[in-house]
């Protein structure tokens, strides 16, 4: 039976536990460890690309939050994803985050790998906007549905599919990971809910697409401004 209960400004919905095996053959929406965990950094040999004022925050960004339902998370477990989620809200209402945002680079030049043709402002607008492929709608809120499961011969850290709200989580990398490593996994994977893709196997500008570029300036920036709270150290 699940729970429902609030923290701070964020609602989270307990459901029961499933012990049911998951598949992990998703390889199109995987975040592997064969990537690094840090932020993507371009090239120092890039032609320097000017520097955009992204301005204040709009007020949907202030009003950015979540909705999340977790399944197989034991008390510590529990705690420790509700700090990363409160670490992405906090990291995602900044000017800081807006601008690193506006200011991606790539090869050069301001944009993500896999961007849909979209530019770095219009990809902000779709994070803060909060309007997930399969919940959809403007309500500027992460709606998450995690579940937690192992696999200890794998390089899989997390996955999803298109089809399916769920994000499966694996212990053997979330047991160990800090809260900010733990906020830059979530938000990777829900870029995918909000529609955005990466190629399914390791290159250097794979680093660079909207889920693994993001989900690096999430860590960093957590690491950067929350620690040692927020980034478990």
Known sequence: MGKLI???TLTFLFVG???TPVDCSATDSKQTTNTKTCTATPDPTEPET???DAGEVPPEALLFNANVAITNFNASQEEKVLKAIEAIKKVVRTKEFKERVYNFTYNGQRKFVDNKGLTNEQIYQIVING???LIPGNNN???LELELYTSNFTSTVGYTYPNVTKIWMNTK???SYTP???AGNVFHEWTHKIGFDHASSYSKARDYSVPYGLGYLMVELINKDQAPALAGE
């Open 6 to 8: 609030s923290l701070l």
């Open 50 to 52: 000017p520097v955009v």
């Open 180 to 182: 900010a490593q733990v």
């Open 173 to 175: 990398y979330f047991n």
């Open 131 to 133: 309007s997930e492929t």
């Open 141 to 143: 809120q992460m709606d």
């Open 17 to 19: 536990c499933n012990n």
